[in-house]
């Protein structure tokens, strides 16, 4: 273990977490914004039609791919005949807040401000179908004062973590070396296993105050070679002190 120049954050559950999502609200907020209605549908029935497609696509998730929120939206909205006032990058953005704004993770500020007095650089790799523009929107506005160097969303780029093309694409645009960087994530598969295969130092991130339904795909799972496993940001600077 070096102390690295970068380091790369997964998104939920490890800087940020999402209780209580409500996509029926969040439908809501954006039928507010509908110009052209032309089957008088419902917030409802374009919320039933957003779940069938996501559930759709359940098994190009699981075969390591991803797909961009944009094309639900664009295959949804357009199926139901509906135009709207916003562009679809800003109704994207709208659906997201309004169905579940978002929490910081506990310490996750101070750990931030202290990479920055360090002279750590910072950046975002999410397995995440919605959009890098609306992730990177979100986190400043749960993270105000900090400025990831850049952010990266898996429907980006069209591939999920762990392979390791997404995290060879985020080192490129850094410039920097394998050994110079850490990735902190709170999926061992994803995140710990992805970072390894890439020569990025793995931490493992597990806080167990904050309720994740994803935990169970950690089990049965062993962590083999160097890593660190934290369950506070605060052991995180401690480690880098």
């Not at 439908?27 to 497609?53: D, Y």
């Not at 750590?120 to 990177?136: D, F, K, P, Y």
Request: hydrophobic share 40%; glycine share 8%; aromatic share 10%.
């Amino acid at each position: 273990m070096r102390k690295p120049k970068m380091i790369l954050f997964d998104y939920a559950h490890t800087l940020a977490w999402e209780p209580d999502a409500d996509f029926l609200h969040g439908e809501k907020a954006v039928f507010r914004h509908v110009k052209e209605n032309p089957r008088g549908l419902t917030p409802e029935e374009a919320s039933r039609l957003g779940t069938e497609l996501f559930l759709s696509a359940r098994d190009c998730r699981h075969s390591g791919w991803e797909l961009h929120e944009h094309q639900y939206l664009r295959l949804k909205y357009d199926l139901l005949g509906l135009t709207f006032d916003l562009p679809l990058n800003e109704l994207e953005k709208l659906l997201w807040t309004e169905t579940c704004p978002g929490q910081p993770m506990p310490g996750v500020q101070d750990m931030l401000a202290e990479l920055r007095a360090q002279g750590i650089r910072t950046g975002v790799i999410s397995n995440l179908g919605w959009s890098g523009e609306a992730l990177a929107d979100r986190l400043q506005r749960l993270l105000p004062g900090h400025a990831f160097e850049f952010v990266i969303s898996s429907s980006d780029y069209g591939l999920r973590k762990p392979n390791p093309l997404i995290f060879r694409a985020a080192l490129s645009r850094a410039a920097l070396a394998p050994e110079d960087v850490w990735f902190c994530g709170d999926q061992i598969d994803a995140d710990v296993f992805g970072a390894q295969v890439a020569g990025i130092f793995p931490v493992w991130y597990e806080d167990a105050t904050i309720p994740n339904g994803f935990a169970r795909k950690n089990a049965g799972l062993t962590i083999t070679g160097e890593h660190l496993h934290i369950h506070h940001w605060r052991e995180l600077i401690a480690a880098l002190d």
